[in-house]
């Protein structure tokens, strides 16, 4: 039933209604097929038009320039045969071969006069465009004046075979198929096809110089993102648009390298400042010996140090350090290794071939960046597994632990700066809240990412992302 304020829907609204799915799920269908790169879909812009002018034109040219020769040359052949019947039937030509020369010599035609009997089964196939077969049929039917026929255009390639059933004898008339067929059309098509090939592989040609400073500026920028140097023959190159954006790419580039030198040039001041005071707090504190308030106050310095390196590693990121080739087994085994002091048991798993894999990385900041998800896994778990494995275009590097682990809504939280979570996974008052920021700062440095999720021993997971 309607509702009571619900309108009943007219005939459009319900052919809309059903046929909208329909075109959604063909036009969805359609996304997926099309191709995606940008050289794929400009072949198509261009290649598209010129297939559809030529079907255009060559379905007018074989419609009605094809179609109408062919009929106008086997009604000139069928009125041929007409007349050689008409002449055969008078007995105009009391002697048959001169009957025979007349046919060859003023028709084109070959005659030759059978003996009396029945023609032949049409028991060949038709060929598969029959214009030929259908009009030449329909010529020499309104020729003869209703005789019996039999037309056989498919037994020899070049010829065709008439022959026409007579009261006491068969005439059969073999005649050039270039006399009854428009057999040169094909030179048009050639020509049409041909020119198009050469002007598709000339567009195609141009099509690709265009095309590779684009992909040249997408590399260039993908290797920015990764932390990696710009390849040395790089410079802006083709249209005016795409040198523009080269260029404007370029500027950026230095723009923002200019802004980390200068940020981490103040940082680095600050941080020379702030150190000489607590140098001096230090040595204050020293000089009062080992009374309880000393202690306290040494305590509150070691504390204002360690977060002070932390705030600098954090604002510093990857510090303008150069990415260059690192082995990332042994980068692991040194994480490993000097994460051994903390006295929680650490296993290094590494699948090959991740042993031997060799990626252009900020080694120090790539370094810092797993030996913080290490640290924050021993601070926590009793016991951290460290595994690494590559598929087709990642690097893949899981540490686990058998924590507290942390609740799916914090997940995204803990990377924020100085945030820190409510639960025992933070009862250390050393934590600033920077270390996983820091690492997954510099994770996406390299153009990679981290992920935290379940682990398999019931505490957390930290994955480490970068492309290879």
């Not at 046919?103 to 028991?123: H, M, N, V, W, Y």
């Not at 037309?151 to 010829?159: E, K």
């Not at 790419?249 to 000489?276: P, S, Y």
């Amino acid at each position: 039933m309607l509702a009571p304020n619900s309108k009943p829907l007219n005939l459009t609204e319900r052919c809309l209604s059903l046929w909208r799915p329909m075109w959604e799920s063909c036009a969805s269908v359609l996304a997926d097929l099309a191709p995606k790169g940008l050289y794929a879909r400009a072949l198509i812009i261009i290649i598209a038009p010129i297939v559809l002018l030529e079907s255009v034109v060559a379905f007018t040219f074989m419609e009605r320039h094809w179609n109408q020769v062919t009929r106008r040359l086997s009604e000139a052949t069928a009125r041929n045969i007409g007349a050689l019947v008409d002449l055969y039937v008078s007995r105009a030509y009391s002697d048959d071969n001169r009957l025979v020369e007349l046919a060859q010599r003023r028709f084109g035609l070959t005659l030759t006069i059978l003996e009396p009997g029945d023609l032949p089964k049409s028991t060949q196939p038709k060929p598969f465009f029959d214009l030929l077969d259908r009009a030449l049929s329909e010529e020499i039917a309104s020729h003869l004046n209703q005789r019996p026929f039999w037309l056989d255009t498919v037994g020899q390639s070049r010829h065709i075979e008439i022959r026409v059933k007579m009261d006491n004898a068969i005439l059969r008339f073999t005649a050039p198929r270039a006399m009854a067929y428009a057999s040169n059309s094909h030179i048009f098509l050639v020509w049409m096809v041909g020119t198009s090939v050469v002007l598709l592989t000339v567009a195609i040609l141009f099509l690709r110089n265009q095309i590779r400073p684009i992909l040249r500026l997408a590399e260039a920028a993908d290797d920015i993102g990764k932390g990696r140097p710009l390849p040395q023959d790089f410079r802006p190159r083709g249209a005016r648009e795409v040198r523009q954006a080269a260029q404007a790419f370029l500027e950026m580039r230095d723009r923002i390298t200019q802004h980390v030198e200068q940020r981490t040039t103040m940082l680095a001041g600050v941080g020379h400042d702030l150190r000489t005071v607590l140098t001096r707090f230090k040595l204050e504190l020293a000089l009062l010996g080992d009374r309880q308030e000393a202690a306290a106050l040494r305590n509150d310095v070691n504390e204002m140090q360690r977060m002070l390196e932390d705030y600098l590693a954090f604002a510093k990121g990857d510090g303008g350090e150069e990415a260059e080739p690192t082995s990332v087994g042994e980068l692991l085994e040194e994480v490993n290794e000097e994460a051994l002091h903390y006295g929680t048991p650490i296993e290094l798993r590494i699948r090959q071939p991740s042993s031997d894999l060799v990626l252009p990385l900020k080694r120090q900041a790539f370094k810092r960046a797993i030996t913080n998800l290490v640290t924050n896994a021993t601070r926590y778990g009793g016991y951290v597994v460290i595994r690494a494995s590559t598929d087709k275009e990642w690097l893949n590097i899981d540490v686990d632990d058998d924590g507290p682990g942390i609740p799916p809504a914090e997940r995204d939280n803990v990377f924020r700066p100085f945030y820190r979570l409510g639960n025992g996974r933070n009862q250390d008052t050393g934590n600033t809240g920077l270390g996983l920021a820091i690492a997954r700062d510099i994770a996406r440095s390299h153009g990679g990412d981290i992920a935290l999720s379940e682990s398999s021993m019931g505490g957390l997971r930290a994955t480490v992302r970068v492309p290879i």
